[in-house]
């Protein structure tokens, strides 16, 4: 404990790293404050959130916290270290400054000496404690989307629409509450990034809700294990991912033409409720092998030809 606590906090201020501008904001922050704001509330507590423009510019910023409003500050989760936290400090010199769910680094430095208490996670010489995010209240899952997309392919010339639709995709999905994955088709031995055989790629897939794709891999690796595709063909007149769609029999396709955030959301309420059965009834179908593809074809050439 340092200097002399003040009793019955008239409003309190909870800040972390998700405050600072320069700071960044990350689920288990989030989560961390999330725990604390439920104590608050479950104690009959005021209080506010200060939070980083760049991460949530509508919200309260420090620019319009005026300190005397608040008889405590709360630092919420992540390490005790730094110019950011000693302002803290001086800007709240008149509050009671308590740390919670955070690491003590340096015990005797100004970013936690300042406070009149820290409540530790982790410090030199105590038994570490759960972190908050351990025990913040559950929201319920949100639908994880696998997002596969190229940024051309120059045999199409005049016609490829790859860079438009990318940036017209990416800007609708991050609108959408869901849990986005960066995904890749290409395999290579020699970065991490990448899988190395088509199991690992469907491995992922697999596990999805659903895929946004503008690639004909995406579109087809994806509706093998079943799983839903919103897909969007990034030629203009449409190209290999339409033809592909219409060989599937599937049916929530999107031209680059006619991209807009409307279709897109139809497709996707679709996608994520009749689209499951239908993504199934498409990958049976592949098992069954109810149609010929290119490979039972050629053997009936080779056998007429050789």
């Not at 201020?13 to 604390?36: I, K, P, Y």
């Not at 570490?128 to 559950?138: M, W």
């Not at 849990?179 to 990448?194: C, N, S």
């Amino acid at each position: 404990m340092y200097g002399r606590e003040r009793p019955g906090p008239r409003k309190v201020l909870l800040t972390g790293w998700f405050s600072f501008r320069e700071g960044e904001a990350t689920a288990g922050d989030v989560l961390a404050l999330r725990r604390v704001e439920e104590v608050l509330r479950g104690a009959g507590m005021a209080y506010d959130v200060v939070w980083s423009p760049g991460f949530r510019p509508k919200a309260l910023h420090f620019d319009d916290v005026r300190p005397g409003d608040y008889s405590h500050l709360v630092f919420v989760c992540g390490p005790l270290h730094g110019p950011q936290v000693e302002e803290l400090h001086r800007r709240f010199a008149h509050c009671v400054r308590i740390a919670v769910g955070t690491s003590v680094i340096d015990p005797d430095g100004a970013a936690v000496t300042g406070f009149h208490r820290v409540l530790a996670r982790d410090a030199p010489g105590t038994a570490p404690s759960e972190d908050l995010a351990a025990r913040a209240p559950d929201a319920p899952a949100r639908p994880v989307v696998g997002v596969i997309l190229t940024d051309g392919q120059r045999e199409y010339g005049e016609q490829s629409r790859h860079g438009q639709v990318a940036q017209g995709v990416t800007r609708w999905l991050a609108g959408k509450d869901c849990a986005r994955l960066e995904l890749e088709t290409r395999l290579g031995t020699h970065d991490w990034h990448l899988s190395v055989t088509p199991a690992q790629v469907q491995s992922v897939l697999a596990r999805l809700d659903l895929v946004v794709t503008d690639r004909l891999d995406g579109l087809v690796l994806a509706l093998r294990v079943g799983t839903p595709v919103l897909a969007v063909d990034p030629v203009a007149g449409g190209a290999k991912v339409t033809a592909q769609a219409r060989a599937c029999g599937w049916p929530a396709l999107l031209a680059a033409e006619g991209l807009d955030a409307r279709r897109l959301d139809r497709w996707w309420d679709w996608c994520l409720t009749s689209g499951r059965v239908a993504a199934r009834q498409v990958r049976d179908a592949f098992r069954e092998g109810r149609v010929a593809d290119g490979a039972d074809r050629l053997v009936e050439v080779l056998a007429t030809r050789g």
